[in-house]
């Protein structure tokens, strides 16, 4: 295999891009060559005009006008590209809200008593939030306000209630919208069941009602299941504060046994953190001549454990194969989603093992320790017990760990940020006015191998702070900004004047590390915070989002929930809906009729830095506020 090194297309990262070399040399398969081998990619499926739906099909649409127009039932481009991303939203929501349902049953459980190593951490929040829901936790016991809550929200799920509590937090402007457009998510489950309905054959064949039922479907997710999972971990493992952390694979220790946590679920864990410091089996570690035991994260379940307890992450999305060849990993233990199948191939190639814990989320070629909340820190034990005994597998001389990690802070919950302003929203509120920040924007998502890995998240970033836009980012974006260094109080010095000048005020970072993919829902409730402070709709605010690199499902709901509450979104890689001019045509321009907001596809993150601050001129001329017109902002930094 050719060892060239044109490895500075496929990341900006250092350590991704020694990994990748050593790959090359070791005839070890990653993600990009596998990438590489698919090319040329299916040109029908790229435009969303191909359906598997039924057994006529498979079928698909010519783009050119030239082949067949319709499937064999009469579907024609429209429809076929709308049923299509109605599907993929709905699998995203309900990868989420799935989620949000295991978190809720282990806190159903642990309410009635029946969990080991959980507790409710934070029982201010859980007050409040039985008061948000209309139960009076006067009087009452935590675990029996949990035990009405938990009830509660499970009626949210299917049909019992016909309405989601959370969409209370919206400023009114936004709930009558959502009514008069018919767009009310009723219930957590079930706009995603009604999606598979609609989008069998012959049933939902009017494609702008098909994506209308989408833009619910993700309601249901941001302002339902998404909500849910993070509300009830931070009751469970607390509410993030401000918390120094580190990032990249220096965060390995060669001296010690590694266990890196891959997935998105803290309910595993964060008993799993509890069960390293067990003393029989730290002791077991030394037995085996390593120093102690060094947990870190990767992907979201690493960002949960780092906006809570500053766990270490060695990396985002596209470092889950190249963690494994440093050769320093003894265990990844894994729950669910953005969990390559191909990591047990690549750690056969090591002595790593690899750990499934969720029965719904099993892998050829790892060891499956099934998850039980009753007996969690047994289990965490059992798994820590594991990585300490591979460790005596591992061959020091394979060891090959870049050196050297990047600084970074996490913790920017909702509540951390209202903290450090005081208790309310106006400090904020007041620095936009006066233009010191122009506005936010939230860059979130994935890492995608068809663009250089961070390149987007960080270059779009960069030039946001530039131009005095604060930056909000979640899950694998800010593991990305945290390798860039851009996450520490430091990086103001980076900033326009204005940012900067509130940043070392309030010793914050001009990049805010808002948590895992589930708490974008912690954008949107900050979102709706500050609309409802300034008596707007949150479509007036000067905010945008963005998903430079985005790959999975989950971030087509993601993008299409913060549309839906009125937030711009800009994405860097092209969803398959370019078969239809006319779905392309509502999504980028319609929506913001209907909505208030619509979709942009810019790769270039240069250019998408300028729609953005475009738009976030905009809405400030919208509300009255000083404002740049389009032609004094060009491509460059300010
Ligand atoms: O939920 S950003 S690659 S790890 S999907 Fe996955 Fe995308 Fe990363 Fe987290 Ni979110
Ligand atoms: Fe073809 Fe229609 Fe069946 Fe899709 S639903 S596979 S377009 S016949």
């Known amino acids: 295999m050719a060892t060239t090194d044109n490895t500075r297309q496929l990341s900006i990262n ?30 029908y499926c790229a435009l ?10 498979p079928c698909r649409v010519d783009p050119f006008g030239e082949g067949p127009q319709k499937g064999v039932c009469g579907a024609d481009a429209d429809i076929i590209v709308a049923r299509n991303l109605g599907r993929t939203i709905a699998a995203g929501a309900s990868a989420h809200s799935d989620h949000g349902r295991d978190i809720l049953e282990v806190f159903a459980e642990l309410a009635a008593g029946e969990t080991t190593g959980y507790e409710l951490r934070d ?32 009626e949210e ?31 957590i489950d079930r706009e995603n069941v009604e999606m598979l309905h609609r989008t069998h054959m012959g049933v939902d064949n009017d494609y702008v009602n098909t994506l209308l039922h989408g833009l619910r479907t993700s309601l249901s997710d941001g302002w339902g299941g998404s909500m849910v999972a993070t509300e009830l971990s931070d009751v469970m493992f607390g509410t ?3 918390v120094r952390s580190k990032v990249n694979l220096g965060a390995l220790r060669p001296e010690c046994v590694n266990i890196a946590l891959h997935g998105h679920n803290p309910l595993l864990s964060d008993v799993i953190m509890q069960a390293a410091e067990d003393p029989e089996l730290v002791a077991l570690a030394h037995e085996y001549g390593a120093e102690s035991i060094n947990l870190v994260g990767l992907c979201c379940t690493g960002n949960e454990l780092q906006m809570r307890k500053g766990l270490p992450m060695v990396g985002n999305h596209l470092m889950q194969e190249l963690v494994l060849l440093t050769g320093a990993l003894d265990a990844m233990v894994v729950d669910y989603q953005c969990i390559m199948p191909s990591v047990t191939d690549v750690a056969k190639c090591f002595h790593t093992v690899v750990i499934s814990t969720a029965d719904k989320a099993k892998f050829t070629g790892a060891t499956h320790v099934s998850f039980d909340p009753h007996r969690g820190l047994e289990i965490g034990k059992q798994i820590v017990r594991m990585g300490v005994e591979a460790y005596d597998n591992r061959n ?3 060891v090959r760990i870049p050196e050297g990690t990047v600084e970074m802070m996490a913790g920017f919950s909702v509540e951390a940020i209202l903290g450090a302003l005081g208790g309310t929203p106006e400090p904020l509120v007041e620095a936009i006015k006066a233009g010191k920040i122009r506005g936010a924007v939230a860059i979130v998502g994935c890492n995608n191998p068809k663009v250089p890995q961070d390149f987007g998240h960080v270059t779009l970033a960069k030039r946001m702070i530039e131009n005095d836009i604060l930056v909000l980012v979640t899950g694998c974006s800010a593991v990305a ?24 005020a309030l010793g914050i970072p001009p990049v805010l590390h808002m948590g895992s993919c589930v708490d974008n829902t912690r954008i949107l409730v900050l979102a709706a915070a500050l609309a409802r402070f300034l008596g707007v709709d949150i479509s007036q605010l000067p905010l945008a989002g963005a998903a430079p690199e985005w790959y999975s499902e989950k971030a087509v709901s993601i993008g299409a929930y913060v549309v839906a509450s009125g937030i711009e979104t800009v994405l860097g890689v092209q969803p398959a ?15 913001d009729d209907v909505v208030g907001a619509k979709f942009a596809v810019e790769p270039d993150p240069e250019k998408a830095a300028l729609l953005i601050r475009r738009h976030i001129e905009a809405k400030r001329k919208g509300l009255g506020l000083s404002c740049l017109e389009p032609e004094e902002m060009t491509a460059q930094a300010a």
């Open 14 to 43: 250092n350590d991704a891009r020694a990994m990748i070399m050593r790959a090359r040399e070791e005839g070890i398969e990653t993600v990009w060559d596998r990438l590489a081998a698919q090319q040329p990619q299916c040109g």
């Open 157 to 187: 799920f299917g049909i019992v209630k016909g309405r989601l509590s959370f969409a209370d937090r919206l400023p009114e402007q936004r709930t009558k919208l959502w009514n008069d457009l018919g767009i009310t998510p009723r219930g």
């Open 577 to 591: 809906i370019f078969g239809s001019p006319n779905v392309v045509k509502l999504l980028a321009e319609g929506l």
């Open 240 to 242: 993030p504060m401000p």
């Open 48 to 57: 969303g005009v191909s359906c598997r739906n039924c057994a006529m099909g």
């Open 481 to 504: 900004n945290g390798k860039a260094g851009l996450m520490l109080p430091e990086a103001a010095e980076m900033a326009g004047p204005g940012l900067r000048e509130i940043c070392q």
């Open 123 to 154: 029982e201010t929040k859980l007050r409040n939030l039985a008061e948000e829901w209309g139960i009076d936790p006067e009087g009452k016991e935590p675990r029996e306000i949990a035990r009405e809550l938990a009830t509660s929200m499970m």
């Open 396 to 398: 020091p001389e394979r």
